[in-house]
């Protein structure tokens, strides 16, 4: 394999693999549709445009290939600004003020442009082969088209991401969407130059190996650094929370290991040790290995998970920074209880803590009830939380400003009395336009 051909396959596999890790951890999460939509439509870019140059495939399925090349570019641009508009809060600003026309319109164009490109001359005037059968190829007159639906959806959505960077809050925060900004400057820059003087070229009839094979390459070879970037802030950052789906993962692989290692050992005793496995000797021998295997494999299994879970998946956590992503959400014009509840199961499987009560209460003029979350607590000491003398007396003291200490004065002593014996040492609260966070721990 060449160096082009084996950058291709380590960004095939990169990117299929971000992308899955990043759906399977919230199918119901646009931004992670989104960022998988667009890890398929790169990779499809980068294994289209480089089967259109095995000259072992006939040039009927060729000319298919080239036209298919052409839809994943479009399609990888356009989820590129879809997914970089839900992504950034910029584009939650966008999304109040143009939702329904974006909503409307962006289906409608893709939809209307994958085909075109995909299906018909429009683009695509003239595909021929020269004496090495390379495949070459002239465009029409709707080429300056084709590359403003590549270069303006690539452009906003570049803007976005930068925009989303530049009011980040946390510096954590702030590397995190560092990295994906310059993984995604970096792809989308070397992109739109590789695509602007092959245009030229084209245009200009100078067509030649370096036009229809060398700058594609140079064009898919940087998808490796968007998926390397990607990547690493994922691991590093937690970004899009697929670390518990990653700690999974692990896990799996180290039962596999086991179970594949365990199977090999036994065999390896049988054919050594044991002349006739159905003998009342083999049986004995083989019982006694199984039950070895049982007890080293409930005890590999209990070590190896808690160290994947302490290394990887749970989280060193702030209680402010716990009540002002819950805020955060609270603020998303999302379905409230759809958006929290999410955000409480990340909680519930990420962070370590002996003792949580997290409680959201809407502000609505219709009686809502309050959504609520308790981590190691029982249901009678989660009761004596939930009542309305407790609720009523945590939201006369809601002060963002202000986080209660051990003992409470601020409150009812009836109320201090309730919170102590089911253990609560500390209370933080925010309060925002449409409610209530309070986290209890």
């Not at 009761?383 to 407790?390: A, H, N």
């Amino acid at each position: 394999m060449t160096a082009v051909e084996i950058i291709t396959t380590v960004t095939v596999i990169l990117g299929l693999s971000s992308g899955v890790l990043v759906l399977l951890s919230d199918p119901k999460d646009i931004i992670k549709r989104y960022y998988f939509y667009l890890t398929l439509g790169m990779v499809g870019f980068a294994i289209t445009n480089i089967l259109t140059k095995d000259v072992s495939i006939s040039h009927e399925l060729r000319d298919a290939i080239l036209r298919a090349n052409f839809s994943f570019a479009i399609l990888s641009a356009i989820v590129f600004f879809l997914f970089s508009w839900k992504f950034s809060r910029r584009g939650d600003l966008l999304k109040v003020r143009v939702q329904r026309w974006v909503a409307l319109f962006v289906p409608i164009l893709f939809f209307f442009l994958v085909i075109l490109s995909g299906f018909s001359n429009m683009y695509i005037a003239n595909i021929y082969y020269d004496s090495e059968d390379l495949q070459l190829f002239t465009t029409t007159a709707f080429d300056l088209t084709y590359l403003l639906c590549i270069v303006v959806p690539i452009l906003s959505g570049l803007f976005l991401i930068f925009s989303d960077y530049r009011f980040s809050e946390t510096k954590e925060e702030k590397s995190r969407n560092g990295l994906f900004l310059l993984g995604s400057i970096i792809t989308g820059v070397v992109t739109i130059i590789v695509l602007l003087v092959q245009r030229y070229f084209i245009i200009n009839g100078l067509v030649s190996f370096f036009v229809v094979d060398t700058l594609p390459a140079i064009s898919r070879s940087s998808f490796i650094i968007f998926f390397l970037f990607t990547t690493y802030a994922i691991l590093r950052y937690r970004l899009f929370g697929i670390r518990v789906i990653l700690g999974k993962l692990i896990l799996w692989l180290g039962i596999a290991v086991f179970f594949l290692t365990g199977f090999y050992s036994v065999l390896w005793l049988e054919q050594k040790a044991i002349q006739d496995i159905f003998s009342p000797v083999g049986i004995f021998l083989n019982s006694v290995v199984a039950i070895i295997l049982a007890v080293l494999f409930s005890l590999y299994e209990k070590q190896l998970e808690e160290r994947i879970y302490n290394t990887i998946i749970y989280a060193k956590f702030d209680p402010g920074q716990v009540v002002e992503l819950l805020a955060q959400r609270l603020r998303l014009d999302s379905e409230l209880q759809t958006q929290v509840a999410a955000l409480f199961q990340t909680f519930e499987r990420t962070i370590r803590t002996s003792k949580m009560f997290v409680m959201v209460i809407p502000k609505s003029t219709e009686a809502v009830e309050p959504i609520s979350v308790a981590i190691n607590f029982t249901s009678d000491e989660q009761g004596k939380i939930e009542t309305g003398e407790v609720i009523n007396s945590l939201l006369e003291n809601v002060d963002p400003s202000i986080n209660l200490s051990k003992g409470f004065p601020q409150l009812e002593e009836s109320v201090s009395q309730s919170l102590v014996s089911v253990g609560i040492d500390a209370i933080y609260c925010e309060e925002t336009d449409k409610g209530y966070v309070i986290v209890l721990l």
